[in-house]
C-alpha cells in the first residue's frame, strides 16, 4: 500500500511540473519579455552577439536582419571592433544564404 501512495505522490508531483514548464512557456512574451521596451540604445542585444538563437526568440529572417542592421548602426559606443566585425558577418551570411535560395 505504501508503494502505491508513492507512486501516487511522484505522479502528481511530475504532472504540477509538467504544467508549470507549460504555463510558462504560453506567458512568454518575446525575446526580452514585456521588458523589451526598457532596452536602451546603449546596451548590447547578446542574442545576436552570441551567434544562436535566444529559446525564446521567434523573429524571421527578416526581423533578425532588421536586428543585426540596428545593433551594427549603434557603433563603437556600444560595441567593441571585434563584435560590430561578428555581427557584420552574420548579416553578410544572412543575405548571401537568402540569395542563394532564391536561385
Avoid at 514585456?34 to 535566444?54: D, F, I, P, T, W
Wanted: glycine letters at 4%; proline letters at 1%; hydrophobic letters at 45%.
Amino acid at each position: 500500500m505504501e508503494r502505491i501512495a508513492m507512486l501516487i505522490s511522484v505522479m502528481a508531483v511530475s504532472v504540477l511540473l509538467s504544467a508549470i514548464t507549460i504555463l510558462a512557456a504560453d506567458n512568454s512574451q518575446g525575446t526580452f519579455g514585456k521588458y523589451g521596451s526598457l532596452l536602451s540604445s546603449h546596451e548590447k542585444n547578446q542574442c545576436l552577439l552570441v551567434a544562436k538563437n535566444c529559446a525564446t526568440d521567434t523573429s524571421t529572417v527578416m526581423q533578425r536582419v532588421y536586428d543585426l542592421r540596428t545593433e551594427i548602426a549603434k557603433g563603437l559606443a556600444v560595441y567593441t571592433p571585434d563584435e560590430l566585425k561578428a555581427l557584420k558577418e552574420q548579416l553578410k551570411w544572412i543575405v548571401s544564404d537568402s540569395r542563394n535560395d532564391v536561385m
